[in-house]
C-alpha cells in the first residue's frame, strides 16, 4: 500500500510539474526575483511592526506592482488546490478496514 502511495505522490507531482500554473508561478518568481526594487521594499517589510501605518503603506504599495498581485493570485490558486489534495488524500488515508471483523 505504501508503495502503490508513493507512485501515486509522483504522478501527483510529476501532473502538477506540467501544470500552466505551477510554470507560471515560477515564471513570475523569477521575475520577481529579479526586481531589486522589489526585493528592497519585501525586506523592509519583514522588518516594520504590522500593526504600524508604515507596514500597511508598504504593503499597499507592494500590491499595487501587477507582477506581483498576479505572484500572489497564482500562489492562492495553487494553495487550494493543494488544500484539495491533502483533502483527498486524508479521506484516502483515514478509511481503515479490518480484515477479522467480528460477526
Given at each position: 500500500?505504501?508503495?502503490?502511495?508513493?507512485?501515486?505522490?509522483?504522478?501527483?507531482?510529476?501532473?502538477?510539474?506540467?501544470?500552466?500554473?505551477?510554470?507560471?508561478?515560477?515564471?513570475?518568481?523569477?521575475?520577481?526575483?529579479?526586481?531589486?526594487?522589489?526585493?528592497?521594499?519585501l525586506q523592509t517589510l519583514?522588518?516594520?511592526?504590522?500593526?504600524?501605518?508604515?507596514?500597511?503603506?508598504?504593503?499597499?504599495?507592494?500590491?499595487?506592482?501587477?507582477?506581483?498581485?498576479?505572484?500572489?493570485?497564482?500562489?492562492?490558486?495553487?494553495?487550494?488546490?493543494?488544500?484539495?489534495?491533502?483533502?483527498?488524500?486524508?479521506?484516502?488515508?483515514?478509511?481503515?478496514?479490518?480484515?477479522?471483523?467480528?460477526?
Amino acid at each position: 500500500m505504501k508503495e502503490k502511495m508513493n507512485e501515486m505522490m509522483d504522478t501527483i507531482l510529476s501532473i502538477l510539474d506540467r501544470d500552466e500554473r505551477v510554470i507560471a508561478l515560477k515564471r513570475q518568481k523569477q521575475k520577481l526575483i529579479q526586481d531589486e526594487y522589489l526585493l528592497t521594499q519585501l525586506q523592509t517589510l519583514r522588518t516594520l511592526d504590522p500593526y504600524s501605518d508604515e507596514y500597511k503603506k508598504q504593503k499597499q504599495q507592494l500590491f499595487q506592482n501587477p507582477d506581483f498581485v498576479k505572484f500572489k493570485q497564482l500562489e492562492n490558486e495553487i494553495d487550494f488546490l493543494i488544500l484539495e489534495i491533502n483533502q483527498k488524500l486524508k479521506s484516502l488515508t483515514e478509511e481503515r478496514s479490518c480484515n477479522h471483523e467480528n460477526y
